[in-house]
Nanobody
Framework: QVQVVESGGGLVQPGGSLRLSCAASGSIFSIASMGWYRQAPGKQRELVAVINRGVTTIYADSVKGRFTISTENAWNMVYLQMNSLKTEDSAVYYC??????????WGQGTQVTVSS
């Protein structure tokens, strides 16, 4: 089994930056990719960014050029660096781990609020 725990959310002004962290534990060898998703009130959960073991990254169009996903410590940690934040980036952000067969773990979520 794999467990993931997010941290690093908070309140930031428009134009500011935050870095979210996701700590993975358990059967990390089974992880094929890790990603960040977000869900705003009244909206569906959406993909923000994904990174796979080939270090290929995919970003939602809405965050390209502003957000960066990265890993370290052999996938024990995954980060989402968020710059030039906008009010529309406000949401609960979830860390996700996927095997080659599908999702294997979701975190509990961390709130990001962008407001002046």
């Amino acid at each position: 089994q794999v467990q993931v725990v997010e941290s690093g959310g908070g309140l930031v002004q428009p134009g500011g930056s935050l870095r979210l962290s996701c700590a993975a534990s358990g059967s990390i060898f089974s992880i094929a990719s890790m990603g960040w998703y977000r869900q705003a009130p009244g909206k569906q959960r959406e993909l923000v960014a994904v990174i796979n073991r080939g270090v290929t990254t995919i970003y939602a169009d809405s965050v390209k050029g502003r957000f960066t996903i990265s890993t370290e410590n052999a996938w024990n940690m995954v980060y989402l660096q968020m710059n030039s934040l906008k009010t529309e980036d406000s949401a609960v952000y979830y860390c996700n781990a996927q095997s080659y067969s599908g999702p294997i773990a979701w975190g509990q979520g961390t709130q990001v609020t962008v407001s002046s």
